[in-house]
C-alpha cells in the first residue's frame, strides 16, 4: 500500500517541530537557501509565518532560560529583525532537525551543520530548533493556532521514505 494515495494523510507517526530563523538569517540573506536544506532532506513545512517577537512571545518561548545572564541580550537581539517561524513536518524530525542545526555555539558546530556552516557565535546562532517532542509541542502551540498548520500529502514521498517506515 502506498500511504498516501489511501489516506491523502501523513502517517501519525510524523512528528512536528518548530525552527525559528532568527534575525541574523534575515540580515544575512540566508532564509530561502536554510528552507531549501530542509526541503531537500524530505521534510515539509506545514505552517510558515514572519513576525516581529515581543517581550510576551520571548518570555514564553525562551521561559526555561528565565533568569539566565545571556537571556537579556538574547531578547534585544530577538527583537532586532522580524524572524521566520516554520513548523517542519517529517519522520522522527525532532530529532533529525536538531542534528542538522547543530550544537548551539557555531564555534563548536561541525561542518555541514547549518550552525557549523553559517555561524560563529554562541547567541547569533542563526536557528532555533525544538530540543525534543514536549518542547516542540509547546512552542508551536505559542506562535500557531490550529487552523495555521496545513496537512498535505507528498506526491514523491516513497522516494524519501519507504513504506515500512512510515
Ligand atoms: P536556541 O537553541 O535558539 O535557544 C536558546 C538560545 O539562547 C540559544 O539558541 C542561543 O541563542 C542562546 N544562548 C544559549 N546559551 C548562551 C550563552 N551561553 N550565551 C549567549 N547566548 C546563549
Known amino acids: 500500500m502506498i500511504y498516501h494515495t489511501e489516506t491523502n494523510k501523513m502517517p501519525n507517526t510524523f512528528q512536528k517541530t518548530l525552527i525559528i530563523l532568527k534575525p541574523d ?3 544575512r540573506g540566508i532564509v530561502g537557501e536554510i528552507l531549501d536544506r530542509f526541503e531537500q532532506k524530505g521534510i515539509r513545512p506545514v505552517g510558515m509565518k514572519m513576525v516581529k517577537m515581543t517581550d510576551l512571545l520571548l518570555d514564553k518561548h525562551y521561559a526555561q532560560h528565565k533568569g539566565k545572564h545571556f537571556l537579556p541580550r538574547l531578547k534585544k537581539f530577538m527583537k532586532s529583525l522580524p ?3 516554520v513548523v517542519l513536518e517529517g519522520l522522527d524530525v525532532v530529532r533529525v532537525v536538531r ?3 547543530g550544537p548551539t555555539d557555531g564555534k563548536n ?3 555541514g551543520t547549518i550552525r557549523g556552516d553559517y555561524g ?3 547567541s547569533a546562532n542563526i536557528i532555533h530548533s525544538s530540543e525534543d517532542l514536549k518542547a516542540a509541542k509547546r512552542e508551536i502551540g505559542i506562535f500557531f493556532s490550529k487552523n495555521e ?3 498535505y500529502s507528498w506526491p514523491d514521498i516513497n522516494f524519501y521514505y ?4 512510515v
Request: contains cysteine.
Open 99 to 101: 542534528n542538522m542545526c
Open 83 to 85: 524572524v521566520v517561524l
Open 120 to 122: 560563529m557565535s554562541i
Open 109 to 111: 558546530a561541525p561542518p
Open 25 to 27: 538569517a534575515i540580515h
Open 162 to 165: 519507504n513504506e515500512e517506515e
Open 149 to 151: 498548520i496545513f496537512s
